[in-house]
């Protein structure tokens, strides 16, 4: 059987596309090369970010995880927030196994499940960014995505960093946004931040590379808003009727993930 060697236009420009494709993605240096610098938008997405005395904010999250089967399984969350600096935050995020509020005041953190109809209060006196740090470090809390609102972000987001690359332009809900891609040891991230004078951190997309099949947790910024006065009470927790004060070992239950749920493979 007799093959045919020749090559039609179309095939001519598919061809094309897939060694300029290879040509920019076979390695870090030639994406690295085009565009300005990932670290200066970086930083000053920061800049921006902490120089924000208030921000109103709606977000989505998905998260994977990794069935022993090597069946990858996304669990979906939404969420909004509202921040006054330094040292006040309050955050809900509902999805379908549970529904949480965190609301701290600069002294007391105080986190209610209602899905267990139950909430946690501990001191915290300081600063928003502190109550980041000893969530994760006390209560085992992870949080990603929360560096975005420290008031130092770059800080947060650089260390480990051992490569930056700025790999072009991408649109998120109609918004241009330079995209940005890092690599630390254990984690690849991108970051998506919109173009102009507020450049806003439209997408989060963190890949596991010590877990089977990289798992990925993905943040979107929906709706964001600045300036915002917000109301005299809007950081006081009241428990609602019913409530139980529950032991800070709890907050397990107020996860983004179900209970039982695998949270990965070791490769």
């Known amino acids: 059987m007799k093959t045919n060697t020749r090559m039609n236009a179309s095939d001519r420009v598919s061809v094309a596309r897939m060694v300029l494709a290879a040509m920019l993605f076979a390695s870090g240096s030639g994406v690295q090369a085009q565009g300005p610098d990932a670290k200066a938008i970086l930083k000053a997405m920061s800049n921006y970010v902490g120089s924000q005395k208030t921000i109103e904010a709606t977000f989505d999250t998905d998260i994977e995880v990794i069935t022993p089967q090597l069946e990858k399984i996304q669990f979906t969350n939404s969420g909004e927030l509202l921040l006054s600096r330094p040292d006040k935050l309050r955050a809900h995020r509902v999805g379908g196994y549970a529904d949480v509020a965190l609301v701290f005041d600069g002294k007391t953190a105080s986190i209610y499940g209602k899905n267990i109809n139950g909430y946690v209060q501990f001191n915290a006196p300081g600063s928003v960014d502190q109550l980041i740090a000893a969530l994760r470090a006390g209560h085992g809390v992870a949080l ?17 960093v051992m490569e930056a690359k700025h790999i072009g332009r991408g649109v998120i809900d109609g918004r241009e946004c330079e995209h940005l891609a890092f690599r630390n040891a254990e984690t690849d991230w991108q970051l998506w931040v919109e173009v102009g004078e507020q450049p806003i951190p439209r997408k989060m997309v963190i890949t596991s590379k010590t877990l089977n099949s990289a798992p990925q947790y993905t943040l979107r910024i929906k709706s964001w808003k600045t300036g915002i006065k917000p109301a005299a009470d809007a950081f006081t927790f009241v428990p609602p009727t019913g409530a139980t004060q529950i032991k800070p070992e709890a907050l397990i239950e107020l996860d983004e993930l179900p209970q039982g749920a695998p949270t990965g493979v070791q490769p």
């Open 144 to 160: 990603p995505g929360a560096d975005l609102l420290q008031s130092n972000a770059y800080d947060a987001l650089v260390a480990g």
